[in-house]
């Protein structure tokens, strides 16, 4: 967990605009609360992408 | 002044039933404590004292290197929950509002060595093949 208004820049770095947000291996990459199985889904995918580029 | 209210420690006793193995609750701050540092110190110090399963370790993010890097802690106030192993949980910031309630729920998790994730999703995560580093923004409503 980070609290975004204890770290503005960090909150900043990942355009936080509403919470909770995810970053996944230093990318945004859910908004919202979701139920587990596609919260890791989208967690997955994310990860994914992110090998990608 | 604490920070728990009666009412509050009563409940958080009640939750604390379900704790089972031991839990390491290890914070970061410093010498001179930001408003937030402070608050989260003496926070995860009154909760520890709820309970005999519950223990604390306060490190000096500016002093203690050693710590800093086991931890591998870069801001803080930061708060690792440890129990056989280091799990990789950190709180940055102070745990309050609705983040108490998921330090509470964390802190029965790894008491019970069990993250209670679905046995589909147990699968899949450990069919990971390369490093999975989550960060979740919040505030403290």
């Given at each position: 967990m980070v609290e975004a208004t204890e770290f503005p820049q960090l909150s900043h770095r990942y355009g936080v605009r509403s919470v909770p947000l995810t970053v996944v291996n230093d990318k945004p990459a859910v908004t919202g609360a979701l139920p587990e199985a596609h919260f890791l889904d989208h967690i997955l995918l994310a990860l994914e992408e992110g090998k990608a580029s | 002044m604490s920070l728990l209210r009666e009412n509050d420690r009563a409940a958080i006793i009640k939750q604390f039933t379900a704790l089972d193995q031991p839990v390491k609750i290890i914070n970061f701050t410093q010498k001179f404590e930001c408003d937030s540092c402070q608050e989260t110190r003496e926070l995860i110090e009154e909760l520890a004292a709820l309970s005999g399963k519950l223990s604390v370790e306060v490190h000096d993010f500016v002093e203690n290197k050693d710590q800093v890097a086991k931890y591998n802690i870069d801001k803080i106030p930061a708060t690792v929950l440890v129990g056989d192993k280091d799990y990789g949980i950190r709180f940055y910031g102070i745990p309050s509002g609705y983040e108490f309630a998921t330090l509470l729920e964390d802190l029965v998790m790894v008491s019970k060595r069990?993250?209670?994730?679905a046995e589909d999703s147990r699968k899949k995560l450990a069919a990971l093949t390369m490093p999975l580093h989550l960060q979740v923004f919040t505030t403290p409503t």
């Open positions: - | 069990d993250s209670g994730l």
